[in-house]
């Protein structure tokens, strides 16, 4: 047990505390945890003086001389017991440590809850392995503090990128595209929920609350960035919000959930407001705040729930909001950070660069504007470096993560604790992107966000640490893995059925080498506007990069049928080609003079006097068909969409494709750096010229690895 008067931990059995002298009286089963502070629970005297007064409202009670023997004696007991409180609060003080926030450990018997039940006086209520038994431990937060009903508050800020119900985990898996998963506590498969893109994750009596966003978070066309909640089990998805997103600017914030609201802001992407705003949690209207002039607006408004007050960040200073009477005050004029967390009536921020701070800081200062003070500074390096900081409360300390970009640093995050106050700040593990604290357990993922598409951090595992290693310095030895990373990897490098499809149907156009022939398979592609109508786009995927958006065509061929009836003034229509060649009729005109075709054609509408088309005649009796320029070959587009180019692919000039000289490049070179078919001999790839933004073309003939990989390419001059 935990004493409720000191908070210290004591035997099961005994009637007094033996570090305060307080005495032992267990809540009851299913009370509701002390609200913060110092624990009110009743001492000897308070409660036997209660049994007292109902004892003397008795009729009859008229043996009064043992109680006030018995009253005079728990009197005494409770004056040598609040003089030894006394001395050990003063010893506390003076040794740094904090007993503001108590842990409560229940005995097993009290924990027949289902599993999806919340303490509603708890913002946090689970099991956590201990010592082969299962414990459950209750994170008490003080009045006048951040509320969030559906997550630890600090999560939210923290990417509220997990949840649980007490049974099971649900959580982006990076892995699969940040695709929700679940997981069931102590087991190591992961399931996939939905094909949804759910983001800012909130859990509260069998709902999973979330704002919907797009793969990778990125803002694209007119996406849904409303607020849903569905079930646990991915039935029941229901929109609560009902916002406009008609365009890549406008964007939402789901921040916290409390008294039956889901707090957000967003924003219309129109450049007039920022808002503030709530949905009920059930469904309704959405409810506006307050709406914040865009000159007055600051990247992350960072709302704050307390009570009836809705705290948020503006240029100008703190504000508040008043959810009854929707009234805006400026609570401290002209305070600017870039995150922070109301605490028992103390904020706790960070600033860095923006606020004109060299180095990231951790500071606090009472909402009076009173007593600020900084509590931690980045350690001092010449140089410019990036630094920013997460932070999270949890249990009455500080837990915060500071990520830095100095070269010298062989750590892109870390975590620290630290008292309230600042002191006792130590260093608790290295190697972390973002954390999580969720049923007394840390949760956590290191990724190099600048060398992110290396293998190594792509497939980087998911870390869980029970907290008592954490705060005990153990968290690096004691962590686990969560899941096994190895079949994502596996996955990811298989490419999509469609493409291996349609890589299939060109195998007899292509040679598996490495120097394709020109009348190989065709692909094109690139973001140059005349190439197709959706352009394309580079993603790194490790190993291997995407190519969105391309076409992949193999030679047009001339049945065989058809060919057999070819004479002089036959008609037939192709309308399978690419091109301005679709559709077309065509008459064989004439024999031509070039030896390697046999017919030439023309079309109704064609250059008088100019051949239109020829046609060269295969060895099985079917026949390949030319455009007028003799070299352009029809193609029979066979598949549309990603491509797949290996990192170790080469890439040939159009002189190769011409009379085969000329030397490769890397495919990294190729669509990233300038090329002038005058200066190089490669006509496209990566190009600024012409217009401001750099674009890439492709056009030319690939060679496939067995796996559908491109592992060559050879330019082809035109298009």
């Not at 949840?163 to 498969?189: M, V």
């Not at 890439?651 to 090329?675: C, F, K, M, W």
């Amino acid at each position: 047990m935990f004493c409720k008067t000191c908070g210290n931990q004591i035997p099961n059995d005994v009637k007094f505390c033996p570090h305060c002298g307080g005495a032992v009286s267990p809540a009851p089963s299913g009370s509701p945890p002390p609200s913060g502070g110092y624990s009110a629970s009743s001492s000897g005297y308070n409660s036997q003086h209660r049994g007292g007064s109902a004892g003397n409202n008795r009729k009859g009670s008229d043996n009064k001389l043992p109680l006030i023997i018995g009253l005079a004696v728990l009197f005494l007991i409770a004056v040598i017991g609040g003089v030894i409180l006394v001395l050990t609060l003063r010893e506390k003080k003076t040794s740094g440590t904090s007993s503001v926030v108590e842990e409560i450990q229940k005995s097993d018997e009290s924990e027949e809850k289902g599993s999806g039940d919340k303490d509603e006086d708890s913002l946090e209520d689970s099991k956590t392995p201990a010592g082969g038994k299962s414990e459950e431990t209750v994170n008490i937060i003080p009045p006048n503090s951040a509320e969030d009903d559906g997550n630890l508050f600090g999560n939210s800020h923290c990417y509220a990128r997990i949840i649980s119900d007490g049974t099971c985990l649900y959580f982006r898996n990076a892995l699969d595209k940040e695709h929700t998963y679940w997981i069931k506590k102590g087991e190591t498969e992961p399931q996939l929920l939905t094909d949804l893109f759910m983001k800012d994750l909130h859990y509260k009596d069998g709902w999973i609350y979330y704002s919907r966003t797009t793969e990778g978070d990125r803002a694209a066309g007119t996406r849904d960035n409303n607020i849903y909640r569905m079930k646990t089990d991915a039935s029941s998805n229901t929109n609560l919000t009902n916002l406009i997103f008609d365009n890549p600017q406008s964007w939402l914030s789901f921040e916290t959930m409390t008294a039956g609201k889901c707090f957000f802001v967003y924003t219309d992407g129109k450049g007039i407001t920022m808002d503030i705003g709530y949905a009920p949690e059930s469904g309704g209207a959405a409810v506006f705040l307050s709406r914040i002039p865009a000159a007055n607006a600051v990247d992350n408004p960072c709302i704050n729930v307390v009570e009836n007050n809705v705290y948020f960040l503006a240029k100008d200073g703190l504000h508040c909001v008043d959810l009854n009477t929707k009234a805006d005050h400026i609570v401290i004029s002209g305070f600017s950070c870039e995150e922070y967390l109301i605490y028992d009536g103390v904020i706790y921020f960070w600033t860095g660069e923006r606020q004109g701070e060299p180095h990231a800081k951790l500071s606090s200062i009472k909402l009076d504007g009173t007593e600020r003070k900084d509590l931690f500074v980045s350690p001092l390096r010449t140089g410019f470096s990036y630094e920013s900081m997460q932070i999270n409360l949890y249990q009455g300390k500080l837990y915060f993560l500071l990520h830095t970009s100095y070269a010298e640093e062989k750590t892109y995050g870390s975590l620290y604790k630290a008292e309230l106050d600042g002191s006792g700040c130590e260093k608790l593990i290295d190697d972390i992107s973002w954390f999580n604290l969720v049923d007394h357990t840390l949760y956590y993922r290191y990724i190099d966000s600048q060398n992110s598409a290396d293998e190594k951090y792509q497939f980087a595992p998911y870390y869980q640490v029970p907290f008592q290693s954490v705060t005990e310095g153990r968290g690096a030895a004691d962590r686990t893995i969560l899941f096994d990373t190895e079949p994502y990897k596996e996955a990811a490098n298989r490419l999509p059925a469609e493409v291996l499809e349609a890589y299939n149907r060109a195998k007899p156009y292509l040679p598996i080498s490495s120097s394709p022939s020109p009348e190989d398979l065709e692909i094109i592609g690139g973001n140059a506007s005349y190439m197709d109508t959706s352009p394309s786009s580079i993603i790194d995927h490790g190993s291997y990069y995407e190519i969105t958006n391309c076409s992949m065509s193999v030679p047009l061929i001339l049945p065989a049928d058809i060919v057999s009836q070819l004479r002089i003034g036959y008609q037939f229509t192709i309308s399978q080609a690419d091109y301005e060649w679709n559709n077309a009729t065509y008459t064989v005109a004439s024999y031509p003079a070039y030896e390697y075709y046999d017919y030439s054609l023309s079309r109704p509408n064609g250059n008088s006097g100019y051949a239109d088309g020829y046609i060269h005649i295969l060895d099985d009796g079917t026949a390949y068909v030319y455009g007028p320029d003799n070299d352009e070959l029809f193609q029979q587009r066979i598949y549309f969409g990603s491509l797949y180019f290996s990192k170790e692919c080469q890439v040939y000039p159009v002189s190769y494709a011409q009379n085969r000289t000329g030397s490769p490049i890397s495919i990294q070179e190729y669509l990233t750096q300038d090329h002038d078919v005058e200066t190089t001999s490669f006509f496209y790839g990566f190009r600024s010229q012409y217009v401001t933004t750099p674009y890439f073309y492709l056009c030319g003939h690939p060679s496939f690895d067995s796996n559908g990989l491109i592992i060559s390419y050879v330019e082809q001059f035109y298009p």
